[in-house]
């Protein structure tokens, strides 16, 4: 589908933006391994958070979905069972790489595979610890899905330095260590996402700078109802066009606050944005917050790479954000991108190239020399099959002077149904 994108001379409106994808993803999993009957409210109606149910229920789990409404019977962590056939994972590496964890740790054979973009995606970060700890699992040419699990002779937990600042590392890891009888010790240095362990109450004390969580077969699952809150990444698209549209006011509804999640909200505050955070509150073990964000001029920002994991899926529009920006902007330590759906730093560039913006691309980030009176040409954008880069187009497209598109936008689904509707919303 080409999605033509009309320019936005304002964006006003109050929105509530989707469930988040990822907690979505950890409380169907963590429902299902829990024993007894879990609700989940407000879970994501996008693609990636249904293929983590469509391989649940093929690993024999019960679920009954009415609406954003999921009711799962969970048998407990050693009941999943064979799949008769192989788990589709879609474009989905939270569901791949955090279902890998479970099901090496219960030993359940089973193949997991995924769409081109998943398969063409490094699962060597997680098959090395996966095997390290007695799992059995094997990848195509040691690194790509289909992943192979099958039996095997018991976890054995272990101390895991991880090497990348990954929450679906970290996560798979730790969800393996639920089946040891030793505890599994995952250390942190430069936190990612912490819901696996919010949401499980796993144990972590503060190491460095970082911490260290640990997992074994002693921690109770628990059986809890769950509410999922509005997805900080999606809200974040409207952060952006909000403060570069003059004019703008947008109000966002019961957005997820965790702070491993919000950097993006600190890099806009650093850039001057006006946001206001309203009504803070709690979604279960899950800050939440509403926002109200007002356009302003901004300036421009080197942000610490320590905030790159917290903000790992907003960069591609805060990349946008600093095309508006009074002066030079760079990005450092976002190697991470080249790893995601796309190479969101070389899709990043050919988006950037085509909006006419003056950038220069490195092996880990960019340096983006943008001005408040960019205006981007009226163009045909190319999304990679990318919901992040279809979306990231989109704020891009509402500033230029003339109707512009994106080419497969259908793609937005994968994290925001309404994303296009939401748009049209805001710019009416
Ligand atoms: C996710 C973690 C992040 C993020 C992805 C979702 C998760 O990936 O990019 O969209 O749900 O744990 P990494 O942890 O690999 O950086």
């Not at 260590?177 to 144990?203: I, N």
């Not at 950097?263 to 505050?269: D, F, H, R, T």
């Not at 009176?373 to 279809?390: E, G, I, T």
């Not at 512009?404 to 049209?424: G, M």
């Amino acid at each position: 589908m080409i999605q033509s994108i009309q320019p936005a001379e304002k964006l006003t409106g109050t929105l509530t933006p989707p469930p988040d994808k990822s907690i979505s993803h950890r409380s169907a999993m963590f429902a299902a391994l829990a024993e007894g009957q879990s609700v989940i409210e407000n879970y994501s109606p996008a693609a990636d958070p249904a293929s983590t149910l469509s391989c649940l229920a093929a690993l024999g789990v019960d679920l009954g979905r009415d609406g954003d409404r999921i009711t799962v019977n969970g048998k407990g962590r050693k009941k999943l069972i064979k799949p008769a056939v192989m788990l589709d994972c879609g474009n989905s590496g939270t569901t791949m790489r955090l279902l890998s964890g479970i099901l090496a740790g219960a030993g359940v054979d089973a193949v997991l595979t995924g769409d081109d973009s998943l398969s063409a995606r490094t699962m060597k970060r997680i098959v090395e610890p996966l095997s390290q700890m007695g799992g059995s699992i094997t990848a195509k040419s040691g690194e790509f899905a289909p992943l192979k699990i099958s039996g095997h002779h018991g976890i054995r937990g272990m101390r895991y330095p991880l090497p990348i600042a990954s929450a679906q590392l970290k996560s798979a890891v730790l969800l393996a260590g639920l089946y040891g009888e030793k505890p599994t010790e995952v250390v942190e240095a430069v936190p990612s996402r912490d819901h696996t362990e919010r949401l499980l109450g796993l144990k972590s004390e503060p190491f460095g700078t970082g911490k260290v969580i640990r997992s074994s077969l002693s921690d109770e699952i628990p059986l809890q109802n769950y509410r999922v809150p509005g997805d900080f990444s999606a809200a974040a698209f409207w952060l952006v066009a909000g403060s570069v549209r003059p004019g703008s006011e947008i109000a966002l509804k019961k957005c997820g606050m965790n702070p491993t999640r919000t950097g993006a909200y600190q890099i806009l505050k650093l850039m001057g944005a006006d946001i206001e955070v309203l009504n803070p509150g709690m979604a279960g073990s899950e800050p939440v917050a509403d926002l109200v964000v007002r356009s302003t001029e901004l300036k421009p920002v080197s942000p610490d790479p320590a905030l790159v994991p917290n903000s790992i899926d907003e960069l591609p529009v805060l990349m946008v954000a600093m095309c508006f920006a009074n002066g030079i902007s760079k990005i450092t330590g976002a190697e991470e991108l080249r790893h995601k759906e796309t190479d969101r730093l070389d899709a990043m560039g050919k988006i950037l190239k085509a909006a006419g913006a003056d950038f220069e691309l490195s092996e880990d980030g960019i340096t983006i020399e943008g001005s408040p009176s960019f205006k981007p040409k009226p163009v045909q954008y190319p999304s990679f099959h990318d919901h992040r880069m279809a979306m990231a187009a989109a704020v891009m497209a509402t500033a230029a002077g003339r109707e512009s598109s994106v080419l497969d936008a259908e793609c937005t689904a994968i994290s925001y149904p309404d994303f296009w509707t939401h748009l049209s919303e805001l710019s009416a």
